[in-house]
């Protein structure tokens, strides 16, 4: 069973699977991309800022754009990010605080692992 992000008015809802149904093996498969590592690592950059999220034509990725409309939909069914439209936007955002209940301080660890790893490969 999945749930929906709450929608604002007039606005579309995505489902989105509920705390419960996130299992760790999604979510470690679909951090196994480093497209979509990348997606992450770049919304967790922006995430006081930017509290509300990204809208997907922010992120400059080298891929066309149905693969990356496939790789924001692996991560939002993975449990990962969630999706939310505003207007014709679709807004991305960490679900960071699902993260941390259910696998606490992985996301932290990863995010810093994949640094580190950005850095030695520069």
């Known amino acids: 069973m999945t749930t929906a992000v709450s929608p ?12 419960d149904e996130i299992r760790l093996e999604s979510v470690l498969h679909a951090l196994s991309d480093p497209v979509r590592l990348a ?3 770049e919304m967790a950059g ?16 080298p891929v066309t754009k149905s693969t990356s409309t496939h790789h924001f939909r692996v991560l939002r069914e993975s449990g990962v990010i969630e999706q939310v439209y505003r207007g014709t936007a679709k807004l991305n955002a960490l679900r960071r605080a699902d993260l ?23």
């Not at 604002?8 to 705390?19: C, N």
């Not at 995430?47 to 997907?56: D, I």
């Open 46 to 61: 922006c995430e006081e800022a930017r509290p509300q999220g990204l809208s997907c034509s922010e992120f400059a990725l």
């Open 39 to 41: 997606i992450v690592r």
């Open 100 to 122: 941390d209940a259910l696998f606490p301080g992985l996301l932290d660890r990863l995010l810093d692992a994949a640094d580190r790893q950005a850095d030695r490969l520069r």
């Open 8 to 19: 604002t008015a007039g606005s579309r809802a995505l489902a989105h699977p509920g705390r």
